[in-house]
């Protein structure tokens, strides 16, 4: 069964610097990976996603993510952070034809 | 605006009450999914439908049953509520039933059993 990891509850990082937010995952297949960001009251809102090729995806809003194999990970970056960019961010996994399998969700904080 | 919508936005009933939850997915979307969000499991996937047909189960509780209509708007029916029912219900829809497509989510319905 495939399963993600989001090992950051919060990450705080001041307005203008680079943000990470970290990912793993397993599945016993090939993975199809996601981003989504939820923010106060709202639905989740598609970010960006990796199935196959290059391993650095570009998404909505400045942000991209990285897919590497050997470590099993597929972290969320944005070069300079917005105050605006602060909300609940979560990972899911696909296997095939499975359903998204979600983490936890990690609180971004962008402190201006 | 997703394109997915649900309703109602909010619910407050009682316990041991029965309560229905709408979607109505994208259009041209297939794929039907229902999630349950609560502080204290994340999300959780409950049941997806695709084109009608069960495809899907999760940790969906014998108490809740969904269904897709020919429409493909879905329905998803929770009875004999208890107050750890309490939660944000999202329903999300996707053209395919899964592989690379990504889901694209409604708003929620937040649920509270008093």
């Known amino acids: 069964a495939q399963s993600v990891a989001q090992p950051e509850d919060q990450v705080n990082v001041a307005e203008g610097n680079p943000l990470t937010v970290k990912c793993t995952y397993s599945?016993?297949?090939?993975?199809?990976l996601f981003w989504y960001v939820q923010y106060p009251n709202r639905g989740l809102q598609f970010l960006l996603k990796y199935i196959t090729g290059d391993n650095l995806v570009k998404g909505s809003y400045g942000f991209e993510a990285e897919f590497n194999k050997s470590q099993t990970s597929f972290h969320l970056k944005k070069p300079s952070a917005l105050v605006s960019d602060s909300a609940l961010y979560f990972c899911a996994v696909r296997d095939g034809n499975t359903p998204l399998v979600f983490g936890k969700g990690t609180r971004l904080s962008v402190i201006a | 605006d997703s394109g997915v919508t649900q309703t109602p936005k909010h619910l407050i009933t009682a316990t041991g009450q029965r309560v229905t939850l709408r979607c109505s997915p994208r259009?041209?979307?297939?794929?039907v999914y229902w999630y349950q969000q609560s502080l204290d499991q994340g999300l959780q996937f409950l049941i997806q439908y695709y084109n009608g047909e069960e495809r899907a189960k999760g940790n969906i509780l014998e108490r809740f049953s969904a269904q897709q209509f020919p429409d493909l708007h879905s329905e998803l029916n929770l009875s004999s509520l208890e107050l750890g029912d309490s939660a944000l219900y999202f329903c999300?829809?996707?053209?395919?039933?899964?592989?690379?497509?990504?889901?694209?989510f409604g708003q929620g319905t937040r649920l509270t059993v008093v």
């Open positions: 259009s041209g979307d297939l794929s």
């Open positions: 999300a829809s996707s053209v395919a039933g899964g592989s690379g497509a990504e889901a694209f």
């Open positions: 599945v016993s297949g090939n993975p199809y």
